[in-house]
């Protein structure tokens, strides 16, 4: 089992940057594929990014392409939410999430840890 836990959100106004942190314990970063979620108030929650365990590939969502950022420090057992350019349509509680493999990494449903989540609001 992995356990995860994020941090780094807060209020920010439009335009500025924030960096999330999902720190994992009990098994290594580098057994898992890892992603970001999203979840506003009354929304689903929403596939942001992830990046794969075997070369680190990564993926985003349209909505945040060209302004988030995923990384992973292996070595740190921690993956990371780099947010720039934010906009008040990115306000949501953001989760971090894990899996040693995923079939379609844009559903919830697949991925078999997740974190508490942490708070992001951006304002205008």
């Known amino acids: 089992q992995v356990q995860l836990v994020e941090s780094g959100g807060g209020l920010v106004q439009a335009g500025g940057s924030l960096r999330l942190s999902c720190a994992a314990s009990g098994r290594a970063v580098s057994n898992y594929v890892m992603g970001w979620f999203r979840q506003a108030p009354g929304k689903e929650r929403e596939f942001v990014a992830r990046?794969?365990?075997?070369?680190?590939?990564?993926s985003y969502a349209d909505s945040v392409k060209g302004r988030f950022t995923i990384s992973r420090d292996d070595a740190r057992n921690t993956v990371y939410l780099q947010m720039n350019s934010l906009k008040p349509e990115d306000t949501a509680v953001y989760y971090c999430?894990?899996?040693?493999?995923?079939?379609?990494?844009?559903?919830?449903?697949?991925?078999?840890?997740w974190g508490q989540g942490t708070q992001v609001t951006v304002s205008s």
């Open positions: 999430a894990a899996d040693t493999s995923v079939g379609v990494y844009t559903t919830p449903r697949w991925w078999d840890y």
């Open positions: 990046i794969g365990k075997f070369g680190g590939a990564t």
